[in-house]
């Protein structure tokens, strides 16, 4: 019987930690751009006004510009409000998902997710030149520290694809 325990507390273990997995996102990024734009000519961007259907709290769009900053600096991209080569306009997108991953006794089944997309624009045009976008899981009782973590690795990856490795 001793080793009838053991087998059985073994199977229990990996059922209950198999249960307490916590909600993954993929990490994929989707992304697209425009084949006639030579965009090694792309030195300086701006950003668009937020539209006010975009619902982007103001500390989370903080998050997010100056990770677009941070990644577009190492990138050689500047700044620049004086005729920009592009423009980066910033969409944020919520829904509430459910999910099958026990997260303990206090948790719901519901998690919000979010999804980041950045468009780059041509400034003269008005037409997008190259798009990308990102998941990630919303954590309401996350500390700004990890936020802020968790807004630059989205970012990051979404700006890996930029610029496209033909142009």
């Known amino acids: 019987m001793n080793g009838y325990h ?33 965009f090694s000519n792309l030195r300086t961007y701006d950003l668009r006004p937020i ?37 980066v306009h910033i969409y944020g997108v919520r829904s509430r998902i459910f999910t099958t991953a026990w997260r303990g006794f206090d948790s719901d089944l ?4 979010g999804k980041l997309i950045l468009h780059f624009v041509d400034p003269d045009t008005n037409r997008v030149i190259w798009w990308g976008e990102a998941r990630a899981i919303l954590d309401p009782d996350r500390n700004p520290a990890v936020e802020n973590q968790m807004v ?8 890996t694809q930029f610029p496209p490795v033909s142009s």
């Open 110 to 113: 519901i998690v919000e997710k």
């Open 152 to 159: 630059n690795d989205v970012v990051h990856r979404i700006l």
């Open 51 to 87: 539209p006010t259907t975009v619902r982007i709290e103001d500390l989370m769009l903080e998050r997010i510009q100056t990770a677009i900053h941070t990644v577009l600096q190492a990138k050689n991209v500047r700044r620049s409000t004086q005729n920009p080569d592009f423009l």
């Open 6 to 38: 053991k087998f059985l507390v073994l199977v229990l273990v990996a059922l209950f930690s198999g249960c307490a997995a916590t909600v993954e996102i993929p990490k994929t990024v989707n992304w697209d751009y425009n084949v006639n734009v030579n």
